[in-house]
């Protein structure tokens, strides 16, 4: 179940993109820093703290301010936009499959949690294996035999992917998915700071304002959420 969530949320995201631009996607995604808050908090009684919540909500604010600092107006005026719901759709997917890990990896008992976190990602990647396999087979053949003639290709990617996924599962493990997903939004203030100190691109003050806020979001759940 938690990895159709992921497999749904991914579909999603890509429908978003698809139906309106990458910038207004990307922001519409990012309410999983709110949902993620959500959905732990409903399905498995780990709420935040009230001031945690306040922090992810400015974490939110940033990430949609920073992914599209011209266009806030635009953002507001297309909530109802298919794009905008294929986008909300999406950061309910990876909320749930964030949840779903933590509450996969918590019930293998008290074991080592390297190992109850591989054991639960071996597991949903098994699954998501076969899912998009019969999916390719049924839906578009011709892709699955380019997925075995250019395998080689594909596997930078697929050995970065699985490092990734196995650092969220252990993270997830560790600690609430509310604190795991909110510190990765971290990644979009150190892409800006690398832009602009080590590839010399000029940002606007209201790029920095919105850096800013992000960090401060991430801050305050990592603290007191």
Same mark, same amino acid.
């Given at each position: 179940?938690?990895?159709?969530?992921?497999?749904?949320?991914?579909?999603?995201?890509?429908?978003?993109?698809?139906?309106?631009?990458?910038?207004?996607?990307?922001?519409?995604?990012?309410?999983?820093?709110?949902?993620?808050?959500?959905?732990?908090?409903?399905?498995?009684?780990?709420?935040?703290?009230?001031?945690?919540?306040?922090?992810?909500?400015?974490?939110?604010?940033?990430?949609?301010?920073?992914?599209?600092?011209?266009?806030?107006?635009?953002?507001?005026?297309?909530?109802?936009?298919?794009?905008?719901?294929?986008?909300?759709?999406?950061?309910?997917?990876?909320?749930?499959?964030?949840?779903?890990?933590?509450?996969?990896?918590?019930?293998?008992?008290?074991?080592?949690?390297?190992?109850?976190?591989?054991?639960?990602?071996?597991?949903?990647?098994?699954?998501?294996?076969?899912?998009?396999?019969?999916?390719?087979?049924? !839906?578009?053949? $011709? +892709?699955?035999?380019? *997925?075995? /003639?250019?395998?080689?290709? %594909?596997?930078? #990617?697929?050995? &970065?992917? !699985?490092?990734? $996924? +196995?650092?969220?599962? *252990?993270? /997830?493990?560790?600690?609430? %998915?509310?604190? #795991?997903?909110? &510190?990765?939004?971290?990644?979009? +203030?150190?892409?800006?700071?690398?832009?602009?100190?080590?590839?010399?691109?000029?940002?606007?003050?209201?790029?920095?304002?919105?850096?800013?806020?992000?960090?401060?979001?991430?801050?305050?759940?990592?603290?007191?959420?």
């Amino acid at each position: 179940m938690w990895r159709l969530a992921q497999i749904l949320g991914t579909i999603a995201l890509l429908r978003s993109f698809q139906l309106r631009d990458f910038a207004i996607g990307t922001v519409y995604v990012k309410t999983e820093v709110i949902l993620v808050a959500v959905v732990p908090a409903v399905l498995l009684g780990e709420s935040s703290a009230p001031w945690g919540w306040v922090a992810a909500l400015v974490c939110t604010v940033g990430v949609a301010w920073l992914a599209a600092p011209e266009r806030i107006a635009d953002i507001l005026r297309m909530a109802g936009d298919p794009a905008a719901l294929m986008g909300i759709a999406a950061g309910l997917g990876f909320a749930l499959a964030a949840a779903g890990i933590r509450a996969a990896s918590n019930s293998l008992g008290d074991g080592p949690t390297w190992s109850r976190a591989l054991v639960t990602l071996t597991v949903m990647l098994g699954l998501q294996t076969t899912v998009n396999g019969i999916q390719l087979a049924v !839906v578009d053949r $011709s +892709a699955l035999r380019d *997925v075995t /003639v250019h395998w080689r290709h %594909a596997v930078p #990617v697929g050995i &970065l992917s !699985v490092a990734g $996924s +196995a650092c969220w599962a *252990v993270a /997830v493990t560790l600690t609430t %998915a509310t604190r #795991v997903r909110t &510190l990765g939004q971290v990644e979009l +203030a150190l892409a800006f700071a690398i832009s602009a100190f080590w590839l010399r691109e000029r940002h606007t003050r209201a790029e920095y304002a919105a850096s800013g806020l992000v960090l401060l979001g991430v801050i305050g759940v990592i603290a007191i959420g």
